[in-house]
């Protein structure tokens, strides 16, 4: 049985994508820097899903004060990453509307 312990834990950690280990950090960010929860959370699923660490981590640095939706995409713009940029309106756009699938 202990043989097995190490496989299993390595199979856990696989299924967890980093990105996917992001997300309560990106939630918390996006909170942190004045959006909704619903909203914050449903972005994070859907950011975290198709941006990279890298990105992830220039928009978490994104604080201040509370702010909207298009105030937080203004802020996005201001990074200088296209991806990202786009990304994030696409998503806040699906999220306010709650055309997201992932917004329960």
């Avoid at 201001?78 to 997201?100: I, K």
Wanted: charged share 20%.
């Amino acid at each position: 049985m202990k043989p097995l312990v190490p496989v299993l834990l390595i199979a856990a950690l696989a299924a967890c994508s980093p990105s996917k280990l992001a997300y309560g950090q990106v939630k918390s960010a996006m909170i942190d820097a004045g959006l909704s929860e619903p909203n914050a959370a449903c972005m994070a699923t859907r950011m975290t899903d198709r941006l990279t660490l890298g990105q992830l981590n220039k928009l978490k640095q994104l604080k201040g004060e509370k702010r909207g939706l298009m105030d937080y995409v203004s802020a996005v713009r201001r990074v200088g990453d296209a991806e990202a940029l786009q990304v994030t309106a696409s998503s806040a756009a699906l999220c306010a509307t709650g055309l997201a699938a992932e917004k329960k």
